[in-house]
T-cell receptor, first 113, second 111 residues
């Protein structure tokens, strides 16, 4: 009964490749997010979707493209991977209430060589 | 824009010591405040939250009070255990707004 799940957990790939990370939530939440955690553990929002519509896009390179096929899924596709894309990517979800907390997935550790 | 300033780590304490991790914020409006915890190799878990001024969030012996006058949300625990070793993040936001995180504080408890 995992609440927010991500696949894969680990992803090792070479520069220039294209890869995708998938996220699913079974909490019935309306809003989903992608965060990036760098090597110093700093967390920053990348995107958020509310009912399949993009509502936050935080100065992320065009190589990153989120896709939400339905409100329970938010996938992240990355084109032309670069060394600097190496990080842990977290998916999260929340209700649309003013005080609702976000629930996080276990993370995907992406290593670009 | 919104920001969160968190006590720099790492913090190392002996078991049963008192813990304080400072967190201050700047924000427009009246955001909710959160503490998240990240255990080694895992994702973030919500530890506690407070949604308005003077609210106290508490969980697993940890507490934090939303202080509007000092724009603070310090995390405290009276007696830490080895199992509390983790990275702690203060954050503000709520609802379908993004969370703005502090830089995280790594806590290590030694037996």
């Amino acid at each position: 009964d995992t609440a927010v799940s991500q696949t894969p957990k680990y992803l090792v790939t070479q520069m220039g490749n294209d890869k995708s990370i998938k996220c699913e939530q079974n909490l019935g939440h309306d809003t989903m997010y992608w965060y990036k955690q760098d090597s110093k553990k700093f967390l920053k929002i990348m995107f958020s979707y509310n009912n399949k519509e993009l509502i936050i896009n935080e100065t992320v390179p065009n190589r990153f493209s989120p896709k939400s096929p339905d409100k329970a899924h938010l996938n992240l596709h990355i084109n032309s991977l670069e060394l600097g894309d190496s990080a842990v990517y977290f998916c999260a979800s929340s209700h649309e209430t003013p005080t609702g907390e976000q629930y996080f997935g276990p993370g995907t550790r992406l290593t670009v060589t | 824009g919104d920001s969160v300033t968190q006590m720099e780590g790492p913090v190392t304490l002996s078991e049963e010591a008192f813990l304080t991790i400072n967190c201050t914020y700047t924000a427009t409006g009246y955001p909710s405040l959160f503490w998240y915890v990240q255990y080694p190799g895992e994702g973030l878990q919500l530890l506690l939250k407070a949604t308005k001024a003077d609210d106290k969030g508490s969980n697993k012996g940890f507490e934090a009070t939303y202080r509007k006058e000092t724009t603070s949300f310090h995390l405290e625990k009276g007696s830490v255990q080895v199992s509390d070793s983790a990275v702690y993040f203060c954050a503000l936001g709520g609802g379908n707004e993004k969370l703005t995180f502090g830089t995280g504080t790594r806590l290590t408890i030694i037996p």
